[in-house]
Structures are given as structure tokens and as C-alpha cells.
């Protein structure tokens, strides 16, 4: 909450809310295999991709030098929403995060398979 209201430390209103929160976990479990399903499909379509080992998000490379453009085509050809990796750091990759429901991955799955068939990735 204090990143989205620009100070370094929440004021103190902020600060009584976050701590009612201190006690609340997420399941580690859900995460992972959301970050397995997408991982491995992403994989098996050919994607080059490291596997996270605590975040909720992979940045797999673009098939295309331009990832402002595949990302643009993603979307419009897969209706798959994904980010440009050149906003974090990471020009020629792509950021598709998976702290979602997972029926909102597994709907993009198959979107996945055929932009790797598209771009012939796997040969």
C-alpha cells in the first residue's frame, strides 16, 4: 500500500491497516502449480524460459527480437494478456504473471501451443 500511495513508509492510518493483515498467508502450493502448468507449457511449446523458484510471474524470450510487437500479437491473435519485458529490465522477453485462477491459465494453454506452432519454436 505505501508504493501505491507514493511514500517510502504508509502513514499511520495505512500502517494499523497492513497490521491486521500480518497474520493472513498464502498457500505456497497453489502457487506452484499455477507456475508448473504455465512453466511446462510453455516449455513444450517451445517457449526458452527459466523456472521461477519464488515468484508469481516467467519471463520467457520472445520468439521475435521485438516483444513490444509480439506482445501486441498475443493478445490480438490469443486474447492471452502478457507485458513487454523492456518495462522490467528485460528487452526480448515477456512477463505473464500466474496470480490469477489457475481456469484463467489453463484458458491460455492452448493459446500458448499454437503461438509456439506459429513461430516453429520447437524446431
Known amino acids: 500500500s505505501s508504493r501505491a500511495l ?6 499511520a492510518l495505512f ?4 497490521g491486521k493483515f500480518q497474520n493472513n498467508s498464502v498457500d505456497i502450493k497453489d502457487y506452484e502449480a499455477k507456475r ?6 510453455l516449455i513444450e511449446a ?12 516467467l519471463f520467457p524470450r520472445s520468439p521475435i527480437e521485438d516483444e ?7 493478445q490480438r491473435e ?3 494478456l502478457v507485458v513487454p519485458g523492456r518495462g522490467f529490465g528485460k528487452k526480448g ?3 505473464i504473471a500466474y496470480c490469477v485462477p489457475m481456469e484463467k491459465i489453463t484458458g491460455a494453454l492452448d ?4 503461438t509456439g506452432e506459429r513461430y516453429n519454436l520447437k524446431g
Request: glycine share 8%; hydrophobic share 40%.
Open 78 to 80: 490469443e486474447r492471452i
Open 36 to 41: 508448473d502448468v504455465l512453466y511446462d507449457t
Open 15 to 18: 500502517q494499523r491497516v497492513v
Open 6 to 11: 507514493g511514500f517510502v513508509n504508509a502513514p
Open 68 to 74: 513490444v510487437e509480439f506482445v501486441r500479437e498475443l
Open 111 to 114: 493459446g500458448l501451443r499454437r
Open 93 to 95: 522477453y515477456f512477463r
Open 46 to 57: 517451445g517457449f526458452h524460459c527459466t523456472k521461477p523458484m519464488g515468484a508469481f510471474y
